[in-house]
């Protein structure tokens, strides 16, 4: 037995009814974290009569998603790249262009039979959420690897798939590109509204 008291949880203060897990579990990047974080809150919000009915849910999600990618969720972005840039020291007239696979993203159904149990459904993008930020190439390197570690991108070459919708300037081969790839997960307790 041990020593160490056990206090048991009052679970009526636990009032969320959606959860980001944790780690990189939730997500892998910080841009990541702070879309989802942010859109986590936006859900919340959505309300279905049945919370069993997991198509009418995925479907409220998907329409929540869509519009505010469109819009708060542009703009959340880009004020991540745009700070990443500040604290890189890189200036804002380097950047070229942004692409990004966002708003273009469908959630699907992640089922576990423990979530269920619980009365959770995980849900999840079904591809992958990949942004391109694109820097003019005269750029210097220990700059562009001070902004790949901020935005916990990556350089590459720029991957713009046909889910990618271009929110700045313009995407060109030619210039230096910081990749950020990340995927999403959450958890909706469906006995809370």
Not at 16 to 29: A, D, F, I, N, P
Not at 110 to 129: A, D, H, K, P, V
Request: proline residues 3%; glycine residues 6%.
């Amino acid at each position: 037995e041990s020593d160490v008291p056990f206090t048991k949880l009052d679970e009526s203060i636990l009032d969320e009814k959606v959860y980001r897990l944790s780690g990189s579990s939730g997500t892998r990047t910080k841009p990541g974290g702070k879309i989802l974080q942010a859109f986590k809150k936006v859900i919340e919000k959505v309300y279905i009569e049945d919370p069993t009915d997991f198509k009418k849910l995925l479907v409220e999600v998907n329409k929540a998603w869509k519009k505010w990618a469109k819009g708060d969720g542009k703009k959340l972005l880009m004020s991540i790249i745009e700070d990443g840039l500040a604290k890189s020291k890189i200036d804002q007239g380097s950047l070229k262009g942004v692409s990004v696979a966002l708003e273009n993203l469908e959630w699907e159904i992640f089922r576990t039979q423990y979530l269920e149990s619980m009365g959770e459904i995980s849900i999840q993008t079904i591809s992958e959420f990949i942004v391109n930020i694109n820097i003019e190439p005269e750029v210097d390197h220990k700059f562009l690897k001070r902004l790949s570690k901020r935005v916990s991108g990556m350089r590459n070459s720029p991957l713009v798939m046909k889910t990618h919708t271009t929110i700045f300037g313009e995407i060109n081969d030619a210039n230096n590109n910081i990749e950020i790839r990340d995927s999403f997960i959450l958890t909706i307790d469906k006995n809370k509204k």
